[in-house]
């Protein structure tokens, strides 16, 4: 039975991650609308809740608590479902806790002669906590741990994983710079009796702000240690995302992933695939976030974030 629900299976996964096959692969999706619009670029952001998912070295530049609750429209019928949180203790630390849940939806369950035996279901869910301190007034660290598990009808597997990283702010500037060790673990159970390697990453990137300008652009740089052929190959999985500041309430975004754009390149041609955009509307201490990102002709990523800063009143 096993091998009828993996059949079914694999036609979902190829279309979930374009650079890896393991058992969690969608720990390599942007889980927010802000950094989703940014094409993923965020591992030297500050400020934000969902920097326990890109960098947990920046959960330490929190200045109030923050929550974030994020909802992604997958292509066929796949779903998701982001929760953050994170708050700056003094004399302590910054403390933070996230949840990533992926749907893929109901398939139906056939025999060797395609005869229904009815239907299964198949998803994910990984559960992040994560801690993050100062060095020295301008660098900040921290690190993640993290259990993965997933679901194949009544197969299941499950991993264990942590994340590290350094954040280098110098605000006089405006410029940031950001190191991060994603996944980096071991799978305890698997599906078929062979451990599948976690989607390990090692991501860098920077983030300025041009003088004058109401402007910030990141350039982020990922699978920093994967085999390739030649030393310039480590550079081209990288992203390219700004936001703009269009008034008090108004946000505007734009990014580009040359990986998936790549990845998705079919008949010598990728349309728009890597591509994405987004708005920010922000009114008091509540934020919306909406973000869009093209997979050329295999369809797109619609996600919609709602965050809210609780103002320390001291």
């Not at 952001?45 to 920097?51: L, S, V």
């Not at 779903?79 to 700056?88: C, K, L, P, R």
């Not at 302590?92 to 990533?100: C, D, I, L, P, R």
Request: with cysteine; charged share 15%.
């Amino acid at each position: 039975m096993i091998k009828k629900v993996l059949s079914l299976v694999l036609c979902v996964v190829p279309v979930l991650a374009w650079g890896q096959t393991t058992a969690f692969d969608f720990m390599n999706l942007d889980p927010s609308g802000r950094g989703g619009a940014m094409g993923g670029a965020f591992v030297s952001m500050t400020d934000d809740a969902n920097m326990i998912f890109y960098n947990p070295a920046g959960l330490a530049t929190i200045t109030d608590p923050q929550a974030s609750i994020s909802y992604m429209k997958h292509i066929l019928d796949i779903n998701s479902g982001v929760a953050s949180f994170a708050e700056n203790v003094p004399n302590f630390g910054a403390f933070g806790v996230g949840v990533q849940y992926m749907n893929y939806g109901t398939f139906d369950l056939t025999d060797q002669n395609a005869n229904v035996l009815g239907t299964f279901g198949a998803s994910d869910l990984a559960i992040t906590a994560g801690y993050a301190n100062k060095l020295d007034s301008n660098l900040y660290y921290g690190a993640n741990a993290k259990m993965l598990f997933s679901t194949i009808d009544i197969y299941h597997s499950s991993a264990g994983a942590i994340d590290a990283g350094l954040l280098y702010v110098m605000p006089d500037k405006h410029l940031s710079f950001g190191i991060a060790i994603q996944n980096a673990g071991v799978q305890f159970t698997d599906y078929i009796g062979t451990n599948e390697p976690l989607p390990f990453d090692v991501r860098i990137g920077g983030t300025m702000q041009p003088k004058g300008l109401p402007l910030i652009l990141n350039l982020d740089f990922n699978h920093l240690t994967d085999a390739v052929d030649n030393f310039g190959e480590h550079f081209q999985d990288f992203q390219i995302g700004g936001e703009f500041t269009a008034g008090k309430v108004l946000r505007l975004r734009f990014g580009y992933d040359n990986e998936q754009h790549q990845a998705m390149n079919f008949n010598g041609s990728a349309g728009l695939a890597g591509f994405s955009a987004g708005v920010g509307i922000i009114i008091k201490n509540w934020r919306v976030d909406y973000g869009y990102s093209s997979w050329g002709v295999v369809g797109d990523l619609q996600r919609i974030s709602v965050s809210s800063a609780f103002l320390n009143n001291d």
